[in-house]
């Protein structure tokens, strides 16, 4: 909770609702209820926390927010009790509403709150109170609206008269309150200056049932005020206008325009800019949910042109506003006729698409809703239900095309609408949500992508299966086992798809609609064809067929091998209950190996056949004969069928042509997979051989005779950031050890620059307390050691700036370039322990990790110490850059991917050699 209440100062108005929300709920749900027969010697223990003390708690939090937060922090905190009062009462139970209630009346008392803003709040939040039978229970809350109507504040006054109208039909007409309302208002009859008082003190006084004198006085005033319409208009989209008073005159403007039936459309078109630009959440929805009422009252042209409006609203650059559109517009599209809600939808398959990832998301929220609210539309048009239902399948189309979309946040917004839009809505029946479920289920479940637990996707997929699962749950509750349909025919279509074009698509969809069910075998291997990889092709497909319901791709864990009987015999098994065709080119039948062999069972002849013929002008007859001398050699029945010469013309090998050739395919190829294709860099030129290794020019040195001079280099290049002092007397110790050596390691491109170096030393065992000064460590290598000892007094590089030469990772390097002198020096056992202190080694230190090295756990934090054996050495080719070809050697994302697996690898193989160098 403590979590939630920070969250109400975020600046995002959806987040501090659902927040105040939140803990309103957990507020109510805090305590338990015992729902057993308490045995007469039991006496419960009274818990730690109760919800009516945690409600007072947070009741001043809310009302008096700290002071060192921020105006706006305060006002926003402030603003949110609302919220939080309307969770709490519509999430308690009967019995705790009492408790509450007196808890929050107290914080109604006369004079307790002086700030207007804190006195708006408790009145806003006043409708939301559960009132009780007994007047003297909620007098408080009576007494303080009453008070509120006479404040000189137009917002506090405009509020009240709201809450006033809102709680008039839930009470008894004989309490005290509705008397002391009936004297304000006859007590005080006069017009105000603003419209909206004026509209809701005539709407209040007719439900008091006054004197017909006194409603017609409250009338007369109201309809002075409709003369000057056009400035309601006008105030409504200034930023001065209040909340309150904006919320009013949308009301009255849309009981006016419904009462008169004139400019509905000037109405609806305010509405939709209000919707588009207002800075406050309330009048946005209010905005949305008016113009709802309004379309039934507009023509078809109008409708149309509202649709069109909002449409290109999402395209605005502000997604604060643009969030609140999808939820209206995918009502609104359901008042068009069919001819133009066909057309908006083919437009919108378009858009998602070739749209940026955030008007994707929005869009698929439109059509989710839409397709929440869809049954409504067979109420509004007379068309046949084939049309119907197929519009259903475009717009699930469209979602399915999100979920396969090649960028991760517009295929969790798809699955987030799919779940929370569709499987959770309160607008479709359970059968309604069946007859999606039966479209949807199998398509889901091919599409659905193992996800890793990290990732939000994982938590998005969560959420999403969670409605499904809760619909299932209760289909089979109320309506008993959810069946789907078997289908009668299966079209098996294997091949390359290298990549998957639109004649590959006109194939299954002129399968489809001889009313097969469609799988598509991707071939793992191609060598003879030298096809991207097949995860690449399958994902290029998924994004392609995505939107045809009864397409889906084969199991790569069942391969099929057309040639082999086994695996065509395991195919005829895997749908028992379905006659299995085979999908081929006549080009297959002519030329593939699996034709030529005899005849035998669950032989490739042995199955029905659904061939396409590939047509040319000068070929037709000859070839008819040959592939006709062909096919009689098949058992089972034959489909033949022809593309449209468009889509004959298109094939796989023009597609990558045009792609090597940076040529447009918009026409051969799904307008997604096309962007897919671009993204990951696939199907573009290479050259057939690796391109040639460029050498870096680097001398690696080894010193021995430690000089001024050269301390005074390494000091002016390397170690400048120590003091000059504590560089000369460290390294002056250094090379009064026995045999230091130093390795130096130079840019020879650049006259020879000292790019970074390692000192190291040998150390004999009868002084390893002199020379680490820790008796645990001593006693570690003593025990641990064989033959002769190394010790790295430590490795230093230059910065990332400095460095000239292309080489990278100096470190790792240096480091290699060292124990490979020390091995071939017959060195057994290496030490690794920086002379400077306050050195940061967080990347050196992951270098020697991945390298073998052991940190003792006993040395200091700092300033560690790590050991090794070198004796039995693990060689490691880290050569993969160069096996690559181009342009992927230069692609960031496969060079990011080599090395992260290089990590692994390298961590794989210390786990198995633990404490030897690798």
């Known amino acids: 909770?403590?979590?939630?209440?920070?969250?109400?100062?975020?600046?995002?108005?959806?987040?501090?609702?659902?927040?105040?929300?939140?803990?309103?709920?957990?507020?109510?749900?805090?305590?338990?209820?015992?729902?057993?027969?308490?045995?007469?010697?039991?006496?419960?223990?009274?818990?730690?926390?109760?919800?009516?003390?945690?409600?007072?708690?947070?009741?001043?939090?809310?009302?008096?927010?700290?002071?060192?937060?921020t105006a706006l922090h305060q006002s926003r905190i402030i603003n949110s009790f609302e919220n939080m009062i309307f969770s709490l009462f519509s999430n308690c139970r009967n019995n705790q509403a009492n408790d509450y209630r007196k808890i929050i009346l107290k914080h109604y008392k006369k004079d307790l709150y002086a700030d207007e803003l804190i006195q708006l709040c408790l009145i806003k939040s006043a409708k939301h109170i559960s009132l009780c039978s007994e007047e003297k229970s909620v007098k408080t809350l009576f007494d303080y609206i009453l008070k509120m109507l006479k404040k000189e504040n137009h917002n506090l006054r405009l509020t009240a008269l709201e809450v006033v109208y809102d709680l008039i039909p839930q009470i008894d007409?004989?309490?005290?309150?509705?008397?002391?309302?009936?004297?304000?208002?006859?007590?005080?009859?006069?017009?105000?200056?603003?419209?909206?008082?004026?509209?809701?003190?005539?709407?209040?006084?007719?439900?008091?049932?006054?004197?017909?004198?006194?409603?017609?006085?409250?009338?007369?005033?109201?309809?002075?005020?409709?003369?000057?319409?056009?400035?309601?208009?006008?105030?409504?989209?200034?930023?001065?206008?209040?909340?309150?008073?904006?919320?009013?005159?949308?009301?009255?403007?849309?009981?006016?325009?419904?009462?008169?039936q004139q400019e509905?459309?000037?109405?609806?078109?305010?509405?939709?800019?209000?919707?588009?630009?207002?800075?406050?959440?309330?009048?946005?929805?209010?905005?949305?949910?008016?113009?709802?009422?309004?379309?039934?009252?507009?023509?078809?042209e109008q409708r149309n042109d509202i649709a069109i409006?909002?449409?290109?609203?999402?395209?605005?650059?502000?997604?604060?506003?643009?969030?609140?559109?999808?939820?209206?517009?995918?009502?609104?599209?359901?008042?068009?006729?069919?001819?133009?809600?066909?057309?908006?939808?083919?437009?919108?398959?378009?858009?998602?698409?070739?749209?940026?990832?955030?008007?994707?998301?929005?869009?698929?929220?439109?059509?989710?809703?839409?397709?929440?609210?869809?049954?409504?539309?067979r109420e509004r048009s007379s068309e046949k239900e084939k049309f119907y239902e197929n519009r259903l399948s475009k717009m699930i189309g469209i979602l399915l095309n999100g979920f396969v979309h090649y960028n991760l946040k517009v295929k969790q917004a798809a699955f987030r609408v799919i779940g929370r839009e569709i499987f959770g809505s309160m607008h479709l029946s359970l059968d309604e949500k069946n007859h999606i479920f039966q479209l949807i289920a199998k398509k889901i479940l091919t599409l659905l992508t193992p996800i890793t637990k990290e990732g939000l996707m994982f938590l998005i997929n969560s959420i999403g299966l969670n409605y499904m699962y809760k619909f299932i749950s209760d289909f089979n509750f109320y309506k008993g086992s959810i069946k789907l349909d078997t289908p009668q025919k299966i079209a098996f279509f294997p091949g390359a798809f290298d990549p998957f074009s639109l004649s590959h698509k006109e194939i299954v969809k002129a399968i489809e609609v001889l009313g097969f069910e469609t799988y598509l075998a991707v071939d793992e291997f191609s060598w003879s064809k030298r096809t991207q990889p097949h995860l690449f092709r399958k994902n290029v497909i998924n994004i392609s067929i995505a939107d045809e319901l009864n397409v889906y791709?084969?199991?790569?864990?069942?391969?099929?091998?057309?040639?082999?009987?086994?695996?065509?015999?395991?195919?005829?098994?895997?749908?028992?209950?379905?006659?299995?065709?085979?999908?081929?080119?006549?080009?297959?039948?002519?030329?593939?190996?699996?034709?030529?062999?005899?005849?035998?069972?669950?032989?490739?002849?042995?199955?029905?056949?659904?061939?396409?013929?590939?047509?040319?002008?000068?070929?037709?007859?000859?070839?008819?004969?040959?592939?006709?001398?062909?096919?009689?050699?098949?058992?089972?029945?034959?489909?033949?069928?022809?593309?449209?010469?468009?889509?004959?013309?298109?094939?796989?090998?023009?597609?990558?042509?045009?792609?090597?050739?940076?040529?447009?395919?918009?026409?051969?190829?799904?307008?997604?997979?096309?962007?897919?294709?671009?993204?990951?860099?696939?199907?573009?030129?290479?050259?057939?051989?690796?391109?040639?290794?460029?050498?870096?020019?680097?001398?690696?040195?080894?010193?021995?005779?430690?000089?001024?001079?050269?301390?005074?280099?390494?000091?002016?290049?390397?170690?400048?950031?120590?003091?000059?002092?504590?560089?000369?007397?460290?390294?002056?110790?250094?090379?009064?050890?026995?045999?230091?050596?130093?390795?130096?390691?130079?840019?020879?491109?650049?006259?020879?620059?000292?790019?970074?170096?390692?000192?190291?030393?040998?150390?004999?065992?009868?002084?390893?307390?002199?020379?680490?000064?820790?008796?645990?460590?001593?006693?570690?290598?003593?025990?641990?050691?064989?033959?002769?000892?190394m010790v790295i007094d430590g490795i230093f590089t230059v910065s990332d700036i400095k460095n000239k030469s292309e080489l990278e990772n100096l470190e790792q390097v240096i480091l290699t370039e060292t124990i490979s002198f020390c091995i071939e020096k017959d060195y057994n056992y290496m030490i690794f322990r920086n002379v400077f202190d306050n050195c940061q080694l967080t990347s050196l230190s992951e270098n020697l990790e991945l390298m073998g090295f052991y940190r003792l756990p006993f040395s200091n934090k700092d300033n560690p110490v790590f050991v090794v054996d070198i004796s039995k050495p693990c060689i490691v080719n880290l050569d993969t850059e160069s096996i690559i070809k181009e342009p992927f050697d230069q692609n960031l994302n496969i060079i990011k991917s080599v090395i992260a697996s290089r990590k692994r690898l390298l961590k794989s193989f210390t786990t198995f050699y633990p404490g030897n160098i690798v």
């Open 1 to 69: 909770m403590r979590y939630l209440f920070k969250q109400l100062t975020h600046p995002e108005d959806e987040i501090r609702r659902r927040s105040a929300n939140l803990i309103g709920l957990l507020i109510a749900s805090v305590d338990e209820d015992y729902r057993k027969e308490i045995p007469r010697d039991v006496i419960l223990k009274s818990p730690t926390i109760t919800s009516t003390a945690l409600l007072e708690r947070y009741l001043k939090y809310f009302l008096q927010p700290d002071h060192k937060k």
């Open 173 to 260: 007409k004989k309490l005290k309150f509705i008397d002391s309302l009936r004297k304000l208002f006859i007590g005080n009859i006069s017009p105000s200056t603003l419209p909206a008082e004026n509209y809701l003190n005539m709407k209040i006084i007719e439900l008091l049932d006054l004197d017909e004198g006194i409603i017609k006085k409250y009338s007369e005033f109201y309809r002075r005020d409709l003369e000057k319409i056009q400035h309601i208009f006008l105030s409504n989209l200034k930023t001065s206008t209040s909340g309150i008073v904006k919320k009013v005159q949308i009301e009255l403007l849309l009981e006016q325009t419904l009462k008169n």
């Open 264 to 300: 509905e459309i000037y109405t609806a078109l305010h509405f939709c800019n209000i919707l588009k630009v207002s800075g406050i959440e309330d009048i946005r929805n209010l905005a949305g949910r008016t113009l709802i009422k309004l379309m039934p009252r507009l023509s078809f």
């Open 309 to 377: 409006e909002l449409l290109r609203a999402l395209e605005m650059e502000d997604y604060q506003f643009t969030k609140y559109i999808p939820y209206y517009l995918g009502q609104l599209i359901l008042y068009l006729n069919p001819n133009e809600l066909e057309e908006l939808i083919d437009d919108l398959i378009e858009k998602i698409k070739q749209s940026d990832p955030k008007l994707s998301s929005l869009l698929l929220r439109t059509v989710g809703i839409a397709i929440a609210n869809y049954p409504k539309y």
């Open 553 to 789: 791709l084969y199991p790569e864990d069942l391969p099929v091998n057309i040639a082999n009987p086994d695996n065509l015999k395991t195919l005829r098994d895997n749908f028992p209950f379905s006659e299995v065709f085979m999908v081929v080119g006549s080009d297959v039948v002519l030329n593939a190996s699996a034709y030529q062999k005899n005849k035998r069972k669950n032989s490739i002849h042995t199955f029905s056949h659904i061939i396409f013929e590939r047509r040319t002008q000068h070929t037709v007859d000859k070839k008819d004969k040959i592939v006709q001398e062909a096919i009689k050699g098949i058992k089972g029945k034959i489909i033949k069928l022809n593309l449209v010469r468009c889509y004959e013309e298109i094939s796989s090998s023009q597609i990558r042509n045009n792609i090597d050739e940076n040529r447009d395919i918009s026409r051969l190829i799904d307008p997604l997979a096309q962007k897919y294709i671009y993204e990951n860099s696939l199907y573009q030129r290479e050259p057939q051989y690796k391109s040639v290794i460029q050498t870096i020019s680097i001398d690696i040195q080894i010193v021995e005779n430690i000089t001024p001079n050269l301390i005074e280099e390494l000091f002016q290049t390397i170690l400048s950031k120590h003091h000059r002092n504590e560089v000369s007397i460290k390294l002056t110790e250094f090379a009064r050890k026995i045999n230091p050596r130093i390795l130096l390691l130079r840019d020879v491109r650049h006259n020879g620059t000292i790019l970074g170096f390692s000192a190291f030393h040998w150390v004999r065992s009868n002084i390893l307390f002199q020379e680490f000064k820790d008796n645990l460590i001593s006693e570690y290598v003593r025990e641990n050691a064989v033959g002769r000892t």
